[in-house]
C-alpha cells in the first residue's frame, strides 16, 4: 500500500493540537501521528509539507442543496456528480444532498433519477439524501411552497424510502404534527434521522417529539416557534434539552454570531453540527440564480427569493464557517468538531470524522486563512487550488 506522510502541520485532533507534527497515512488509514522532528526517520512514497497548515479531518455538510451552479434539484446524476467535484476543492469530503419538499410524486422520482450517483463520486462522497420534508408545519414554511407541504403519511414514507433504495440519511418534519409518530418510528426502524424543524411546536410537542425519538433539529432557531419567556418553543427545547443535537447555519446572518457563541456554553460540544445550507447558485459565477424554481439574489449575505426578498438560504462554505465560529469564541477544536466529527457520530460513520490512528484518511490541510490546499478523501491525495 502507498505510504504518504504529511509533516509540518497544526494537527487538530478531538482532544488536543499538535502545533509542529507530522502524520503517517497507510492505504486509506492514519497509520501514525507524532512531532515533526521524528519525521526524518519515517519512510513514505510521498511526502507533502504542510509549511504550518492546519491538519483537519475532511469536512462534512449534512445539510446543502447545492453548490457550484449544480444540485439536486436540477434532476440528474450528473448535476450530483459535479456538486461532488466542486465540494472537494471546498474540503468537503462527504456530504448529504438536501431536497426540498415537494410533491411526493415528483419527490419519489426525483429519488429515483438521483440514486444512480452514489457511488460513482470522484470528489466529496454522497453519504444519502436529506429531506427537507415534506410532512412540515404550514405555519413555518420558510422557502418551501405551501403547495409542496403534506400530512403525515407512513405509506408515502415508504414509497420515499424505496425511490431513494435506502439512501435516506435523514427527513426534516414538524413533532407537533397528527400521525408524526408513525413517521418517526419508520426513520428509527431504517436507520433514518429524524430532525425536528420547520416546525411550529410549541415546548411541550417539541419534548414530546423528542421522547417519541427525535434526537437532532434542522438549521436551529430558524423556521421554528421561537422562545419566549412564557411559551418557550421549538427553540427553547433546542436550548434547554440536553439530549438534543442541533445543526445550525453558521453565516452570521441566519441566526446571530452571540447565539452562535451562547450555544456553545448551553450545550455540550458533542451536540453541535455546523451546516451550510448553501443554494445551488453559492459559487456560480454568472446567472440567472435559480433555487428551488425560483430566481434568487444574493443580499445582506444570503440568498433570497427575488419575488419577495424571503430568506431562502446561505452563501456559506464549512471553511468559512470554521473561520466564523473562530472569530465568535470557538476554540479551532471546538470549531472543527462541528464540522467533522459531530456530524460523523451523528451519522454514525465509523471511523471517520477525527485525526486519530485507524480511522480513514479523510485529511484536509487548511491554510492560515482558513484557505482549503489539499484534500485527502480516503487516502488518495487531491490538490485542491487550481
Request: charged share 20%; proline share 6%; hydrophobic share 45%.
Given at each position: 500500500?502507498?505510504?504518504?506522510?504529511?509533516?509540518?502541520?497544526?494537527?487538530?485532533?478531538?482532544?488536543?493540537?499538535?502545533?509542529?507534527?507530522?502524520?503517517?497515512?497507510?492505504?486509506?488509514?492514519i497509520?501514525?501521528?507524532?512531532?515533526?522532528?521524528?519525521?526524518?526517520?519515517?519512510?513514505?512514497?510521498?511526502?507533502?509539507?504542510a509549511?504550518?497548515?492546519w491538519?483537519?479531518?475532511?469536512?462534512i455538510?449534512?445539510?446543502?442543496?447545492g453548490?457550484?451552479?449544480?444540485?439536486?434539484?436540477?434532476?440528474t446524476?450528473?448535476?450530483?456528480?459535479?456538486?461532488?467535484?466542486?465540494?472537494?476543492?471546498?474540503?468537503?469530503?462527504?456530504?448529504?444532498?438536501?431536497?426540498?419538499?415537494?410533491?411526493?410524486?415528483?419527490?419519489?422520482?426525483?429519488?429515483?433519477?438521483?440514486?444512480?450517483?452514489?457511488?460513482?463520486?470522484?470528489?466529496?462522497?454522497?453519504?444519502?439524501?436529506?429531506?427537507?420534508g415534506?410532512?412540515?408545519?404550514?405555519?413555518?414554511?420558510?422557502?418551501?411552497k405551501?403547495?409542496?407541504?403534506v400530512?403525515?403519511?407512513?405509506?408515502?414514507?415508504?414509497?420515499?424510502?424505496?425511490a431513494?433504495?435506502?439512501?435516506?440519511?435523514?427527513?426534516?418534519?414538524?413533532?407537533?404534527?397528527?400521525?408524526?409518530?408513525?413517521?418517526?418510528?419508520?426513520?428509527?426502524?431504517?436507520?433514518?434521522?429524524?430532525?425536528?424543524?420547520?416546525?411550529?411546536?410549541?415546548?411541550?410537542?417539541?419534548?414530546?417529539?423528542?421522547?417519541?425519538?427525535?434526537k437532532?433539529?434542522?438549521?436551529?432557531?430558524?423556521?421554528?416557534r421561537?422562545?419566549?419567556?412564557?411559551?418557550?418553543?421549538?427553540?427553547?427545547?433546542?436550548?434547554?434539552?440536553?439530549?438534543?443535537?442541533?445543526?445550525?447555519?453558521?453565516?452570521?446572518?441566519?441566526?446571530?454570531?452571540?447565539?452562535i457563541?451562547?450555544?456553545?456554553?448551553?450545550?455540550?460540544?458533542?451536540?453541535?453540527?455546523?451546516i451550510?445550507?448553501a443554494?445551488?447558485?453559492?459559487?456560480?459565477?454568472?446567472?440567472?440564480?435559480?433555487?428551488?424554481?425560483?430566481?434568487?439574489?444574493?443580499?445582506?449575505?444570503?440568498?433570497?427569493?427575488?419575488?419577495?426578498?424571503?430568506i431562502?438560504?446561505?452563501?456559506?462554505?464549512?471553511?468559512?464557517?470554521?473561520?466564523?465560529?473562530?472569530?465568535?469564541?470557538?476554540?479551532?477544536?471546538?470549531?472543527?468538531?462541528?464540522?467533522t466529527?459531530?456530524?460523523?457520530?451523528l451519522?454514525?460513520?465509523?471511523?471517520?470524522?477525527?485525526?486519530?490512528?485507524?480511522?480513514?484518511?479523510?485529511?484536509?490541510?487548511?491554510?492560515?486563512?482558513?484557505?482549503?490546499?489539499?484534500?485527502?478523501?480516503?487516502?488518495?491525495?487531491?490538490n485542491?487550488?487550481?
Amino acid at each position: 500500500m502507498t505510504r504518504l506522510l504529511i509533516k509540518n502541520a497544526r494537527i487538530v485532533m478531538l482532544d488536543r493540537v499538535l502545533e509542529n507534527g507530522a502524520l503517517l497515512v497507510d492505504g486509506n488509514k492514519i497509520a501514525d501521528i507524532f512531532p515533526a522532528e521524528q519525521a526524518a526517520t519515517v519512510t513514505a512514497d510521498t511526502q507533502v509539507d504542510a509549511h504550518g497548515a492546519w491538519a483537519i479531518p475532511g469536512l462534512i455538510d449534512t445539510h446543502i442543496h447545492g453548490f457550484g451552479g449544480f444540485g439536486p434539484e436540477q434532476g440528474t446524476p450528473e448535476a450530483l456528480l459535479n456538486m461532488s467535484l466542486a465540494l472537494a476543492k471546498q474540503g468537503v469530503c462527504a456530504f448529504c444532498p438536501t431536497l426540498y419538499a415537494t410533491h411526493p410524486t415528483k419527490l419519489t422520482q426525483l429519488l429515483r433519477t438521483l440514486v444512480p450517483a452514489i457511488g460513482q463520486e470522484k470528489g466529496a462522497r454522497i453519504l444519502g439524501f436529506h429531506l427537507e420534508g415534506p410532512f412540515i408545519s404550514p405555519a413555518k414554511p420558510g422557502a418551501m411552497k405551501p403547495q409542496d407541504i403534506v400530512t403525515p403519511d407512513v405509506q408515502i414514507m415508504q414509497a420515499l424510502y424505496e425511490a431513494a433504495q435506502g439512501h435516506i440519511t435523514a427527513i426534516t418534519l414538524a413533532p407537533e404534527l397528527e400521525n408524526i409518530a408513525p413517521i418517526v418510528q419508520f426513520c428509527l426502524q431504517h436507520h433514518i434521522i429524524p430532525q425536528a424543524g420547520h416546525t411550529d411546536a410549541t415546548y411541550d410537542e417539541f419534548c414530546r417529539g423528542i421522547d417519541m425519538g427525535i434526537k437532532h433539529v434542522t438549521h436551529a432557531f430558524n423556521a421554528m416557534r421561537p422562545f419566549n419567556h412564557r411559551e418557550p418553543g421549538a427553540a427553547g427545547g433546542v436550548l434547554m434539552r440536553t439530549d438534543v443535537s442541533c445543526e445550525f447555519i453558521g453565516d452570521g446572518v441566519h441566526v446571530h454570531p452571540q447565539i452562535i457563541s451562547f450555544l456553545r456554553r448551553v450545550k455540550s460540544e458533542d451536540k453541535l453540527v455546523l451546516i451550510t445550507d448553501a443554494l445551488t447558485p453559492t459559487a456560480q459565477p454568472n446567472g440567472p440564480f435559480i433555487a428551488n424554481g425560483d430566481r434568487v439574489v444574493f443580499e445582506g449575505g444570503v440568498w433570497r427569493r427575488k419575488s419577495d426578498k424571503v430568506i431562502t438560504g446561505s452563501a456559506l462554505t464549512l471553511p468559512k464557517g470554521i473561520k466564523n465560529l473562530v472569530t465568535w469564541g470557538y476554540s479551532m477544536g471546538q470549531a472543527v468538531r462541528c464540522a467533522t466529527a459531530n456530524p460523523a457520530a451523528l451519522l454514525q460513520l465509523k471511523n471517520r470524522g477525527q485525526i486519530a490512528r485507524g480511522f480513514q484518511a479523510d485529511i484536509l490541510l487548511l491554510n492560515k486563512d482558513f484557505a482549503p490546499e489539499k484534500l485527502l478523501i480516503g487516502g488518495n491525495i487531491k490538490n485542491i487550488i487550481d
